[in-house]
């Protein structure tokens, strides 16, 4: 049973352009959260979608990012107009129920903003 | 509002030999969880343990084990014989009993090298 998949691990983009980041959930998983990590922090709660809505997007800054998690496919976080401030590594967590269900982790993606 | 503080920012053990790192929070709330992942250079989360606030015994898997101390507000993780596989970022969380597990406070992590 394949985990989480994010791709690309390694996203380099210029100031400006839009970056999008992908997520493939544990089959089975139907909530998925995204998170931001900067350097030498923790995770920080950006927004939590389960097919095709938004629960929960009390994390996410209101301008420039967005997030989906349509019917067919990955869920996509993104990012347009990237600015230097958002390089980190961004990582999706999925899980089967939204209560006390352990999340499970991608490997993330890393953002570099130059 | 919850906060998670790891004061260590980089510990270093012989391999074999046990290492603690510390944790400490602050809430008001009397029920909530407490975890500790474990951040391999994978970047991958992997969830360690997990302690009950509700429950006194300290919860053990293998050779992680936790000592949890409530009134204090602690929660440090202890690992035993240390493997080469155990360098790794650590991260404390904490999770009020009235949210989901999405919803956890993350301490900066403590980054743990083993010396062979």
Known sequence: NAGVMQNPRHLVRRRGQEARLRCSPMKGHSHVYWYRQLPEEGLKFMVYLQKENIIDESGMPKERFSAEFPKEGPSILRIQQVVRGDSAAYFCASSPSAENSPLHFGNGTRLTVT | ?116
């Open chain 2, 1 to 116: 509002a919850q906060t998670v503080t790891q004061s260590q920012p980089e510990m270093s053990v012989q391999e074999a030999e046990t290492v603690t790192l510390s944790c400490t929070y602050d809430t008001s709330e009397s029920d909530y969880y407490l975890f500790w992942y474990k951040q391999p250079p994978s970047r991958q989360m992997i969830l360690v343990i997990r302690q009950e606030a509700y429950k006194q015994q300290n919860a053990t898997e293998n050779r992680f084990s936790v000592n949890f101390q409530k009134a204090a507000k602690s929660f440090s993780l202890k690992i035993s014989d240390s493997q080469l596989g155990d360098a790794a970022m650590y991260f404390c969380a904490y999770r009020s009993a009235f949210g989901s597990n999405y919803q956890l406070i993350w301490g900066a992590g403590t980054k743990l090298i083993i010396k062979p």
